[in-house]
């Protein structure tokens, strides 16, 4: 069975720096792309953008790049999501999803969410 | 990065028909058939409906269809009931920046 399983929630002050995670199992990890999505509270989704754990290749929407920075262990069959310094503004929920495979547009698995709260 | 357009919000009663729209460019939407959407319930994880246009994966009801004509992609939804009340998000392929993929703004149904 495919999961994506998320790190729990996190509670930090601005400046602080962060990395949240999200481990793959029952698949092979190197072969799909892993998305991140941003839900802010109340609002819509958004891309921040995706990265093949095989070779670490990654692309970035334009708003998050130099905003995070996303990375793979395929050793821990893990994918991460860091902030070097955080804002009030980073506070959402954090999702990680996969992409089942080339030339197609299904995501179908996703992870459960990490809630992000940024408060001083 | 522009969003693709969704309405705000659509409703229906139960056991009608409701359309909802998305619009793009000819970058996203009208160049490829890389269209998914994704319905969200209050609290919960977004959970795919339909992909690559019009294709359900297994264990979603047929009551839930896809299509495209142009640079818009459309979810329709029949016989509708009040658990398809929730919030849907199309989703496109891109090439107008360097990242592939766009959102749509996102529209909540509400079965009347």
Known sequence: ?120 | QSALTQPASVSGSPGQSITISCTGTSSDIGAYNYVSWFQQHPGKVPRLMIYDVGNRPSGVSNRFSGSKSGNTASLTISGLQAEDEADYYCTSYTTSTIFAWVFGGGTKLTVL
């Open chain 1, 1 to 120: 069975e495919v999961q994506l399983v998320q790190s729990g929630a996190e509670v930090k002050k601005p400046g602080e720096s962060l990395k949240i995670s999200c481990k793959g199992s029952g698949y092979s990890f190197t072969t799909h792309w892993i998305g991140w999505v941003r839900q802010m509270p109340g609002k819509g989704l958004e891309w921040m953008g995706i990265i093949y754990p095989g070779d670490s290749r990654t692309k970035y929407s334009p708003s998050f790049q130099d905003q995070v920075t996303m990375s793979a262990d395929t050793s821990l069959s893990s994918a991460y999501l860091q902030w070097s310094s955080l804002k009030a503004s980073d506070t959402a929920i954090y999702y990680c999803l996969r992409h089942d495979q080339s030339g197609s547009s299904s995501w179908y698995y996703w992870g459960q969410g990490t809630l992000v709260t940024v408060s001083s």
